[in-house]
Protein backbone atom coordinates (compact mmCIF):
# COMPACT_ATOMS: atom_id res chain seq x y z
CA UNK A 1 0.00 0.00 0.00
CA UNK A 2 1.38 3.92 -0.64
CA UNK A 3 2.26 5.89 1.84
CA UNK A 4 0.88 8.92 3.00
CA UNK A 5 1.57 12.40 4.35
CA UNK A 6 -0.71 14.50 6.31
CA UNK A 7 -0.14 17.45 8.38
CA UNK A 8 -0.86 16.39 12.25
CA UNK A 9 -3.07 19.22 12.80
CA UNK A 10 -4.87 22.10 11.22
CA UNK A 11 -7.67 24.84 12.41
CA UNK A 12 -10.34 26.05 10.41
CA UNK A 13 -13.29 28.82 11.57
CA UNK A 14 -16.57 27.86 11.68
CA UNK A 15 -18.30 28.56 9.00
CA UNK A 16 -15.26 28.31 6.24
CA UNK A 17 -13.84 25.71 4.06
CA UNK A 18 -11.46 23.58 5.62
CA UNK A 19 -8.84 22.05 2.71
CA UNK A 20 -6.98 18.84 4.54
CA UNK A 21 -3.99 18.16 2.43
CA UNK A 22 -2.59 14.33 1.67
CA UNK A 23 0.31 13.28 -0.49
CA UNK A 24 0.65 9.68 -1.67
CA UNK A 25 3.50 9.72 -4.06
CA UNK A 26 3.63 6.21 -4.14
CA UNK A 27 0.13 5.35 -5.14
CA UNK A 28 -0.09 2.81 -7.70
CA UNK A 29 -2.54 2.92 -10.87
CA UNK A 30 -4.93 0.36 -9.34
CA UNK A 31 -5.23 2.63 -5.60
CA UNK A 32 -8.53 4.37 -4.82
CA UNK A 33 -7.92 7.47 -2.45
CA UNK A 34 -9.97 6.88 0.65
CA UNK A 35 -11.09 9.75 3.19
CA UNK A 36 -12.17 8.57 6.73
CA UNK A 37 -12.84 10.49 9.91
CA UNK A 38 -13.09 9.60 13.24
CA UNK A 39 -14.69 12.09 16.12
CA UNK A 40 -13.38 11.38 19.70
CA UNK A 41 -14.00 8.32 21.35
CA UNK A 42 -16.05 7.19 18.11
CA UNK A 43 -15.20 4.63 15.26
CA UNK A 44 -14.11 6.12 11.69
CA UNK A 45 -16.81 7.15 9.75
CA UNK A 46 -16.39 6.92 5.55
CA UNK A 47 -16.33 10.50 4.34
CA UNK A 48 -15.64 9.85 0.11
CA UNK A 49 -12.97 8.41 -2.16
CA UNK A 50 -11.97 8.55 -6.01
CA UNK A 51 -9.67 7.22 -8.42
CA UNK A 52 -8.21 9.61 -10.92
CA UNK A 53 -11.48 12.39 -11.08
CA UNK A 54 -13.18 14.56 -8.63
CA UNK A 55 -15.58 13.72 -6.37
CA UNK A 56 -18.27 15.49 -4.43
CA UNK A 57 -21.00 14.44 -1.89
CA UNK A 58 -23.01 15.31 0.71
CA UNK A 59 -20.05 15.59 3.22
CA UNK A 60 -17.36 16.73 1.01
CA UNK A 61 -15.59 17.14 -2.57
CA UNK A 62 -12.20 15.12 -3.13
CA UNK A 63 -9.42 16.97 -5.36
CA UNK A 64 -7.16 14.83 -7.28
CA UNK A 65 -3.96 16.22 -8.76
CA UNK A 66 -3.88 14.86 -12.13
CA UNK A 67 -0.76 13.04 -11.86
CA UNK A 68 -2.87 11.33 -8.50
CA UNK A 69 0.35 12.03 -5.68
CA UNK A 70 -1.51 14.48 -3.53
CA UNK A 71 -5.23 15.12 -3.18
CA UNK A 72 -7.33 17.77 -1.12
CA UNK A 73 -10.31 17.03 0.80
CA UNK A 74 -12.53 19.85 0.83
CA UNK A 75 -14.97 20.33 3.89
CA UNK A 76 -17.18 23.81 2.34
CA UNK A 77 -18.70 24.74 5.54
CA UNK A 78 -16.99 23.30 8.98
CA UNK A 79 -19.18 22.92 11.92
CA UNK A 80 -17.65 22.53 15.42
CA UNK A 81 -18.98 19.06 14.71
CA UNK A 82 -16.67 18.72 12.10
CA UNK A 83 -13.71 18.42 14.72
CA UNK A 84 -12.04 15.50 14.15
CA UNK A 85 -8.92 12.91 12.79
CA UNK A 86 -9.34 12.89 9.38
CA UNK A 87 -7.11 9.60 7.52
CA UNK A 88 -6.38 9.42 4.18
CA UNK A 89 -6.04 6.15 2.68
CA UNK A 90 -4.87 4.93 -0.48
CA UNK A 91 -6.30 1.30 -1.43
CA UNK A 92 -7.00 -0.75 -4.30
CA UNK A 93 -10.26 -2.13 -5.03
CA UNK A 94 -10.00 -5.73 -3.69
CA UNK A 95 -9.11 -4.53 -0.32
CA UNK A 96 -9.84 -6.39 3.23
CA UNK A 97 -8.27 -4.23 5.43
CA UNK A 98 -7.09 -0.34 6.41
CA UNK A 99 -4.37 0.72 7.84
CA UNK A 100 -4.78 4.03 9.13
CA UNK A 101 -1.93 6.85 9.46
CA UNK A 102 -2.15 9.41 12.00
CA UNK A 103 -3.65 11.41 9.96
CA UNK A 104 -4.64 15.23 10.31
CA UNK A 105 -6.66 17.13 13.55
CA UNK A 106 -8.92 18.78 12.38
CA UNK A 107 -9.80 21.66 14.75
CA UNK A 108 -13.29 23.76 13.80
CA UNK A 109 -13.34 27.05 16.06
CA UNK A 110 -16.08 29.11 16.46
CA UNK B 1 -31.45 1.05 10.38
CA UNK B 2 -29.55 -0.40 13.76
CA UNK B 3 -25.84 -0.09 13.24
CA UNK B 4 -22.95 -1.70 14.33
CA UNK B 5 -23.08 -2.21 18.19
CA UNK B 6 -20.25 -3.86 20.13
CA UNK B 7 -20.57 -4.59 24.01
CA UNK B 8 -19.22 -3.84 26.60
CA UNK B 9 -18.09 -0.39 26.07
CA UNK B 10 -15.59 -0.88 28.74
CA UNK B 11 -13.61 -3.11 30.20
CA UNK B 12 -11.31 -3.31 33.06
CA UNK B 13 -9.35 -6.87 33.53
CA UNK B 14 -6.79 -7.97 35.78
CA UNK B 15 -3.96 -9.18 34.17
CA UNK B 16 -3.79 -12.72 32.91
CA UNK B 17 -7.51 -13.00 32.81
CA UNK B 18 -9.40 -13.94 29.37
CA UNK B 19 -12.54 -11.23 28.04
CA UNK B 20 -14.63 -11.48 25.28
CA UNK B 21 -15.68 -8.92 22.85
CA UNK B 22 -18.87 -8.67 20.80
CA UNK B 23 -19.98 -7.20 17.78
CA UNK B 24 -23.03 -7.53 16.36
CA UNK B 25 -22.87 -6.43 12.70
CA UNK B 26 -25.81 -4.70 10.64
CA UNK B 27 -28.24 -6.96 9.45
CA UNK B 28 -27.26 -8.05 5.69
CA UNK B 29 -23.43 -7.07 5.95
CA UNK B 30 -21.50 -10.27 4.98
CA UNK B 31 -18.21 -8.66 5.62
CA UNK B 32 -16.83 -8.06 9.34
CA UNK B 33 -13.51 -6.73 10.64
CA UNK B 34 -11.60 -6.21 13.63
CA UNK B 35 -9.34 -3.69 14.83
CA UNK B 36 -7.61 -2.16 17.65
CA UNK B 37 -6.77 1.36 18.43
CA UNK B 38 -3.99 1.96 21.05
CA UNK B 39 -3.94 5.82 22.86
CA UNK B 40 -3.09 8.22 20.01
CA UNK B 41 -2.44 5.65 16.94
CA UNK B 42 -3.44 4.21 13.83
CA UNK B 43 -6.08 1.34 13.79
CA UNK B 44 -4.16 -2.36 13.80
CA UNK B 45 -5.65 -4.60 11.49
CA UNK B 46 -6.71 -7.82 13.37
CA UNK B 47 -8.81 -10.15 11.66
CA UNK B 48 -11.45 -10.38 8.78
CA UNK B 49 -14.33 -12.46 8.10
CA UNK B 50 -16.33 -13.05 4.96
CA UNK B 51 -19.49 -15.04 6.07
CA UNK B 52 -18.10 -17.12 8.72
CA UNK B 53 -14.78 -17.80 7.54
CA UNK B 54 -11.62 -16.05 8.43
CA UNK B 55 -9.38 -15.79 4.96
CA UNK B 56 -7.05 -12.94 6.45
CA UNK B 57 -5.95 -13.45 10.25
CA UNK B 58 -2.51 -11.78 9.51
CA UNK B 59 -3.21 -9.08 12.02
CA UNK B 60 -3.55 -11.41 15.39
CA UNK B 61 -0.74 -10.34 17.46
CA UNK B 62 0.06 -13.36 19.16
CA UNK B 63 -2.36 -17.20 19.53
CA UNK B 64 -3.71 -15.31 22.78
CA UNK B 65 -5.59 -13.65 20.34
CA UNK B 66 -8.63 -15.67 18.51
CA UNK B 67 -12.08 -14.70 17.26
CA UNK B 68 -15.05 -16.55 15.56
CA UNK B 69 -18.59 -15.83 13.80
CA UNK B 70 -21.44 -17.96 13.79
CA UNK B 71 -24.40 -17.53 11.28
CA UNK B 72 -22.93 -14.99 9.40
CA UNK B 73 -23.30 -12.44 12.17
CA UNK B 74 -22.38 -11.92 15.76
CA UNK B 75 -18.64 -12.19 16.63
CA UNK B 76 -16.60 -12.83 19.26
CA UNK B 77 -13.31 -11.83 19.75
CA UNK B 78 -11.27 -13.35 22.91
CA UNK B 79 -7.89 -12.61 24.71
CA UNK B 80 -6.44 -15.03 26.92
CA UNK B 81 -4.43 -14.20 29.43
CA UNK B 82 -4.43 -10.79 28.68
CA UNK B 83 -1.74 -8.95 28.95
CA UNK B 84 -1.21 -4.72 29.94
CA UNK B 85 0.12 -3.84 26.38
CA UNK B 86 -3.29 -5.39 25.25
CA UNK B 87 -5.06 -2.43 26.49
CA UNK B 88 -6.60 -0.75 23.63
CA UNK B 89 -10.16 0.47 22.02
CA UNK B 90 -11.05 -2.61 19.99
CA UNK B 91 -13.33 -1.50 17.36
CA UNK B 92 -15.42 -3.89 14.84
CA UNK B 93 -16.86 -3.36 11.53
CA UNK B 94 -18.65 -4.38 8.69
CA UNK B 95 -19.64 -3.81 4.76
CA UNK B 96 -21.92 -5.21 2.19
CA UNK B 97 -18.66 -7.44 1.18
CA UNK B 98 -14.96 -7.66 1.44
CA UNK B 99 -13.08 -5.00 -0.93
CA UNK B 100 -16.66 -2.86 0.19
CA UNK B 101 -15.00 0.81 -0.05
CA UNK B 102 -17.70 1.97 3.14
CA UNK B 103 -16.96 0.12 6.44
CA UNK B 104 -19.35 0.31 9.35
CA UNK B 105 -18.04 1.16 12.49
CA UNK B 106 -18.92 0.24 15.74
CA UNK B 107 -18.27 2.77 18.73
CA UNK B 108 -15.88 0.35 20.14
CA UNK B 109 -14.79 -1.44 23.59
CA UNK B 110 -12.56 0.04 25.69
CA UNK B 111 -10.02 -2.55 27.19
CA UNK B 112 -8.38 -1.62 30.21
CA UNK B 113 -6.18 -4.40 31.42
CA UNK B 114 -4.73 -3.72 35.10
Known amino acids: DAKTTQPPSMDCAEGRAANLPCNHS???????VYWYRQIHSQGPQYIIH???NNETNEMASLIITEDRKSSTLILPHATLRDTAVYYC???????????FGSGTKLNVKP | GAGVSQSPSNKVTEKGKDVELRCDPI?????LYWYRQSLGQGLEFLIY????????KSGLPSDRFSAERTGGSVSTLTIQRTQQEDSAVYLC????????????FGPGTRLTVT
Open chain 1, 89 to 99: IPLSYNFNKFY
Open chain 2, 27 to 31: SGHTA
Open chain 1, 26 to 32: TISGNEY
Open chain 2, 93 to 104: ASSWRQGSYEQY
Open chain 2, 49 to 56: FQGNSAPD
Open chain 1, 50 to 52: GLK
